[in-house]
C-alpha cells in the first residue's frame, strides 16, 4: 500500500530538487515476519525473505526513478544492537537483530537478508546501492575497554560486520552506513569515545578508530572496494535529552563547533563517501540549531567547513609540530591546514608566510608565519 507514504514522498521531491542525496532506511517487521516474535526491531524471519526481496525491488523501482531520485537504500538501523539487552521498547526504531549465542552476533543471519535483495534490487535498478545497515559499533573489540572494576567490556557486537562477510555477504552491499559519536569532556575543546581509545588529545574524532577497523575487515575478507559512510556523526553531552547545564554552556557549544570542523576533515582524510551530521535539532543536545530554532555555533562551522573543503584533496596528516595535530588538503590549486591543539597552547612556526589564517567560522584572524595554537582548530591558506 504504496499510498501511506504520501508524506515521505513530498519529503523526497523536496530534498530532489534542491539536490540533496537521500539515505532511504527500510526498518520494521511486520508481525506475519518476525523471526523474534513481537519484535517489530527485530530480524526477519527466512521465510519470509522471499516476500522483503520483493518489496525491495519495487521500492527501488519507484523511488529511484524521478522524481525522488534516490540512490541509497540502507538496510535497517543499528542491526548489530542485542534482541534482548539493550531496548525494552520492541518497537524501537533502533535494529535489534544481535544474537550473543553466536560468535559473530548475529551477522549471518543479516547476510541472508543481504543475499536475497541485492539481486532483485539490482534488476530493478542497477544503479541502486544497497548499505549495511548504520552500524553501532558500540566498542572496539580488538582492544575492548575496561570497566570500572576492572572487567574488561564485552564488545563483540562489534564482530557483526565480519559474521556478514564470514557467512559471504560480501558480494550483496555496495557500501557500509555506521554511526562514530563523541562525547563532551567536560572543558573546552574536549572530547572523546573511550569505547574506542579516542580523545582530543590523542587520535581525534572516533571516526578515524571505527573506519580503520571496518577497513581492516574488508580487506581480510577481500572487499577493499566497498565505500563506508558515517551517516550519524556528531559530539552529544549528557543524558537523554542533554539538558543539563554543562551541555548548554558556551564552551560546549563552541567545542561542538570544533569538533564539526575536524570530523568533518577527517571524514575527507578518512575517504568517505559522506560524513552526515545528526542532525539539525538533534539528540543529547547535538543539533546544529538550539531549542528556539536559531543556529548555534556549530551551524557556522558545519557551514564555512562545506565551502572551504568542499573540493578538497586529501594530502597527508600534520605532525611536525608536538603538541599539535591536523590535516593538509589541496583545494583548487591552494593548499589549506587545519591545525589545533592536542593539550595546552603551542607556538608553531610555519614553513612559509600564508595567504591568510581563518578561525572555524570563516572569520580572517592574521597572516603571521607564527601563531599560536590552542585547541581552536584554525584553517591555514597558501595561494600557490
Given at each position: 500500500n504504496w499510498s501511506v507514504l504520501a508524506d515521505l514522498e513530498l519529503e523526497?521531491?523536496?530534498?530532489?530538487?534542491?539536490?540533496?542525496?537521500?539515505?532511504?532506511?527500510v526498518r520494521s517487521t511486520p508481525g506475519r515476519a518476525?523471526?523474534?516474535?513481537?519484535?517489530?526491531?527485530?530480524?526477519?524471519?527466512?521465510?519470509a525473505l522471499p516476500a522483503f526481496a520483493d518489496f525491495m525491488a519495487e521500492l527501488v523501482s519507484i523511488y529511484s526513478q524521478a522524481p525522488y531520485n534516490v540512490r541509497y537504500y540502507e538496510i535497517w538501523n543499528e542491526p548489530d544492537v542485542l534482541a534482548d539487552g539493550r531496548f525494552i521498547d520492541p518497537e524501537s526504531p533502533f535494529g535489534c537483530w544481535g544474537d550473543r549465542q553466536e560468535s559473530f552476533y548475529g551477522g549471518g543471519d543479516y547476510a541472508e537478508v543481504l543475499a536475497a535483495v541485492y539481486?532483485?534490487?539490482?534488476?530493478?535498478?542497477?544503479?541502486?546501492?544497497?548499505l549495511v545497515g548504520g552500524l553501532l559499533l558500540?566498542?572496539?573489540?580488538?582492544?575492548?575497554?575496561?570497566?570500572?572494576?576492572?572487567?574488561?567490556?564485552?564488545?563483540?557486537?562489534?564482530?557483526?560486520?565480519?559474521?556478514i562477510l564470514q557467512s559471504g555477504g560480501g558480494d550483496y552491499f555496495d557500501g557500509i552506513s555506521f554511526h562514530a559519536y563523541d562525547y563532551y569532556g567536560g572543558?573546552?575543546?574536549?572530547?572523546?569515545?573511550?569505547?574506542?581509545?579516542?580523545?582530543?588529545?590523542?587520535?581525534g574524532p572516533v571516526l578515524h578508530a571505527k573506519t580503520r577497523y571496518l577497513r581492516s575487515l574488508l580487506n581480510r575478507y577481500g572487499f577493499p572496494d566497498r565505500y563506508l559512510?558515517?551517516?550519524?556523526?556528531?559530539?552529544?553531552?549528557?543524558?537523554?535529552?542533554?539538558?543539563?547545564?554543562?551541555?548548554?554552556?558556551?564552551?560546549?557549544?563552541?567545542?561542538?563547533?570544533?569538533?564539526?570542523?575536524?570530523?568533518y576533515a577527517g571524514a575527507i582524510a578518512e575517504q568517505l563517501e559522506a560524513n552526515i551530521w545528526y542532525s539539525l535539532n538533534g539528540w543529547r543536545a547535538s543539533g546544529l540549531l538550539d531549542r528556539d530554532g536559531q543556529p548555534q555555533p556549530v551551524y557556522d562551522a558545519f557551514t564555512f567547513s562545506a565551502q572551504e573543503l568542499r573540493d578538497a584533496d586529501y594530502i597527508s596528516r600534520i605532525t611536525q609540530?608536538?603538541?599539535?595535530?591536523?590535516?593538509?588538503?589541496?583545494?583548487?590549486?591552494?593548499?589549506?591546514?587545519?591545525?589545533?591543539?592536542?593539550?595546552?597552547?603551542?607556538?608553531?612556526q610555519l614553513p612559509e608566510q600564508p595567504s591568510a589564517v581563518l578561525d572555524?567560522?570563516?572569520?580572517?584572524?592574521s597572516n603571521n608565519i607564527v601563531q599560536q595554537i590552542s585547541a581552536e582548530p584554525i584553517y591555514i591558506e597558501w595561494d600557490r
Open positions: 523526497l521531491v523536496s530534498a530532489s530538487e534542491q539536490e540533496i542525496e537521500v539515505v532511504l532506511l518476525q523471526a523474534v516474535p513481537g519484535l517489530t526491531c527485530g530480524p526477519i524471519d527466512s521465510t539481486p532483485q534490487v539490482k534488476a530493478a535498478n542497477p544503479l541502486a546501492q544497497i558500540d566498542c572496539d573489540p580488538v582492544n575492548p575497554p575496561t570497566l570500572p572494576g576492572g572487567d574488561v567490556k564485552d564488545c563483540s557486537s562489534a564482530k557483526y560486520l565480519e559474521g572543558e573546552l575543546g574536549q572530547y572523546g569515545n573511550s569505547n574506542w581509545g579516542s580523545s582530543s588529545k590523542l587520535n559512510i558515517n551517516s550519524e556523526s556528531g559530539l552529544i553531552c549528557g543524558s537523554t535529552d542533554g539538558s543539563e547545564p554543562v551541555c548548554q554552556s558556551a564552551d560546549f557549544y563552541l567545542t561542538k563547533a570544533y569538533y564539526a570542523s575536524v570530523a609540530y608536538p603538541g599539535v595535530s591536523g590535516y593538509e588538503f589541496n583545494e583548487s590549486g591552494k593548499t589549506i591546514w587545519l591545525i589545533w591543539s592536542t593539550g595546552g597552547p603551542v607556538s608553531v572555524v567560522f570563516g572569520r580572517f584572524t
